[in-house]
């Protein structure tokens, strides 16, 4: 089993609807992030969380809420999709700069 | 600003062949330099790490440098094979106390046998 499962693994959705994606690990790490790829702009974060009570915005937080379940468990949610949210967004976890990242969730918002 | 620059974009080699990806950052207190690698619709993968005092490490076919002088990295990859195929990302972390990584946009790898 992988240290870090995302799901859905792939989603298409419509403007305006509401989109949760989950993330769960078994790495036993206090902090897990949530980022999100671009063609060319490489990884942003947009949320992290160093344990169950403590989360921060990253860099592109706007458009974007996250719930921080269990230690083992960060979901990041799109309350009111629009197009240019449209990407590939990894979960992943780690401390000291090593991250482990899961397979990617890739999400296409028409 | 804190910035992390990869070069280049793309390569394509012949497999069997060796190559060089560099990268340069501005990161300024810096604790570590990471290589990812990233294969096509895969999550990163640490490469290996690199703090202040390293000068080279190895992973396998996988060297890399740093210069923490000219705040310049590489990663050498010897002798490709098809399974290289993949982007690698550098990230840097900033102060030890922040926990803050800058990634570079990362070098899009193909080697054609």
């Known amino acids: 089993d992988a240290d870090v499962t995302q799901t859905p693994r792939n989603r298409i959705t419509k403007t305006g609807k509401r989109i949760m994606l989950e993330c769960s690990q078994t790495?036993?790490?206090?902090?897990m992030y949530w980022y999100r790829q671009d063609p060319g702009l490489g990884l942003r974060l947009i949320y992290y969380?160093?344990?169950?009570?403590?989360?921060n915005k990253g860099e592109i937080s706007d458009g974007y809420s996250v719930s921080r379940q269990a230690q083992a468990k960060f979901s990041l949610s799109l309350e009111s999709a629009i197009p240019n949210q449209t990407a590939l967004y990894f979960c992943?976890?780690?401390?000291?700069?090593?991250?482990?990242f899961g397979e990617g969730s890739r999400l296409t918002v028409l | 600003k804190n910035q992390v620059e990869q070069s280049p974009q793309s390569l394509i080699i012949l497999e069997g062949k060796n190559c060089t990806l560099q990268?340069?950052?501005?990161?300024?207190?810096?604790?570590?330099l990471r290589w990812y690698k990233q294969d096509t619709g895969r999550g990163p993968v640490s490469l290996t790490i690199m703090t202040f005092s390293e000068n080279t490490k190895s992973n396998g076919r996988y060297t890399a440098t740093l210069d923490a002088d000219t705040k310049q990295s590489s990663l050498h990859i010897t002798a490709s094979q098809l399974s290289d195929s993949a982007s690698y990302i550098c990230?840097?972390?900033?102060?030890?106390?922040?926990?803050?990584?800058?990634f570079g946009t990362g070098t899009r790898l193909q080697v054609f046998p």
């Open positions: 790495k036993g790490h206090d902090r």
């Open positions: 990268c340069n950052y501005t990161v300024s207190p810096f604790s570590n």
């Open positions: 990230v840097v972390r900033g102060p030890r106390n922040t926990d803050k990584l800058i």
């Open positions: 969380s160093f344990d169950v009570k403590d989360i």
């Open positions: 992943a976890t780690g401390w000291g700069g090593e991250l482990f």
